[in-house]
């Protein structure tokens, strides 16, 4: 039997069932089952609870696999929480039963594959985890190990291992050396278990949090910045859950420090008469609250800046949120499909975003389409148009 605390259960029971969180789901967007929107899950949790408190194992084996997939088809993005007038928080709830289902082995095999690759090789793609470094040999970034500094800078597997976006690692690598900040990388750095979170694997995840946290502390850093939303919301968010304490730093997303860097004076950026929209990514936006400062970092480059359909806490997600593409991958492509559109009808020349994921999806989407757009993210728009790369 698992308990579900006090304050989910309320929010389940607070469900009006109104539909408000159905239109705005971009899953049920292309799926139209009810069984997978916000409201279907809520009504379905509430049907396993009856009067208790407790999930019925016995039920959720019987429903199974099928019952699974309706949790694991989720982007995590958020919107059905946003939008909630009862203030549901939906993404606790998901998380939850996410843990639930991990607990009980019910969850979608890929999902198995992926914990079990993170457990064993400290990262998502079961790569020797020594390699981790290797972008800085492909990118020719100046780089530094150092026992002591004052900001860490933590990459992240998606960053450090997937050729696409290798670039962000030497954008803000680049960056930091530009304004002579005291940085360095982690000799040792592992994945940072928000796909472990995502899957429901929270002993596991936190083993990862443990070693990073010691890493990170034994340099005596002050600040941590990462590229990368997921990253930014395990080590700010998720780690003092997982750990029952605050870590000793602060964590900052690139955003976030370049933003500062700019209106410091400290980073000076020319400007240029280059078009650009702004895709809010899911984990950066609606989830962390940090809206604001990439349009400062985006306005200081150009005036022609564009929002696109849908931005700040009401973006729509990439489609590769929440573990989706390892799910239901073709599900993802017409998400991030759809969100591609939207960007590239503004008409700019180019599509910027905060996101190693995002940035990876929206390109690779745009390689599918006829004169697809240019897809960057903003450490290394900055990067180029202050002359380091
Ligand atoms: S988090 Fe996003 S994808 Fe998941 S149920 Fe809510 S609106 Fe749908
Ligand atoms: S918007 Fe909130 S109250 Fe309405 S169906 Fe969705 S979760 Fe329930």
């Known amino acids: 039997m698992f308990i579900i605390p006090k304050l989910q259960l309320e929010d389940i029971f607070a469900c009006a069932q109104c539909g408000y969180c159905v239109k705005k789901c971009p899953v049920y967007y292309f799926l139209g089952w009810e069984s997978t ?7 379905t949790l509430k049907e396993i609870l009856g009067n208790n408190s407790r999930l019925d ?8 696999k099928p019952l699974s997939m309706r949790f694991f088809s989720c982007t995590f993005c958020g919107l059905c929480k946003e939008v909630c007038h009862v203030e549901v928080d939906l993404l606790e709830i998901w998380s939850k039963v996410r843990e639930v289902l991990y607990e009980l082995g019910i969850v979608p095999e890929s ?36 026992d002591s500094a004052e900001v860490v800078y933590f990459v992240g597997c998606i960053t450090s291992f997937s050729g696409r976006v290798q670039s962000i690692a ?6 930091l050396n530009y304004v002579n900040e005291d940085w360095t990388l982690l000799k040792d750095e592992w994945c940072c278990g928000h796909p472990l979170v995502l899957s429901g694997a929270i002993r596991e995840a936190r083993v990862l949090a443990f070693h990073n946290v010691e890493m990170i502390e034994s340099t005596g850093a002050k600040k941590v910045v990462t590229g990368c939303p997921g990253c930014y919301l395990a080590l700010k968010h998720e780690y003092p859950r997982l750990l029952g304490k ?50 400062v970092v985006l306005q200081s480059v150009t005036d022609t800046f564009v929002e696109p359909e849908y931005f700040g806490r009401e973006s729509i997600c990439c489609g590769s949120g929440g573990l989706l593409k390892a799910v239901n991958p073709s599900l993802a492509e017409s998400i991030a ?49 202050v002359g380091l790369m």
């Open 246 to 295: 605050k870590p000793k730093f602060e964590v900052l997303h690139s955003s976030q420090l370049l933003s500062t860097y700019i209106t410091s004076g400290r980073l000076v950026v020319p400007k240029s008469d280059i078009t650009l929209t702004y895709h809010d990514p899911c984990e950066l936006g609606r989830i962390s609250g940090i809206i604001r400062e990439p349009r």
């Open 37 to 43: 929107s916000p409201r279907g899950k809520m009504f």
């Open 337 to 385: 499909q759809r969100r591609y559109g939207m960007l590239a009808s503004t008409n700019v020349e180019v599509i910027v975003s905060a996101c190693p994921t995002c940035v990876q999806t929206l390109a690779q989407t745009a390689t599918t389409m006829q004169n697809g757009k240019r897809v960057i993210d903003l450490s290394q728009l900055i990067a180029e148009q």
């Open 170 to 175: 030497q954008a803000v690598s680049s960056l």
């Open 111 to 146: 999902i198995i594959k992926l914990s079990e690759t993170v457990k064993q090789s400290k990262n998502i793609y079961m790569m020797d985890n020594t390699s981790r470094m290797d972008w800085v040999t492909y990118t020719g970034a100046d780089v530094n190990f150092k």
């Open 57 to 64: 194992e016995q039920k959720i084996h019987k429903l199974g």
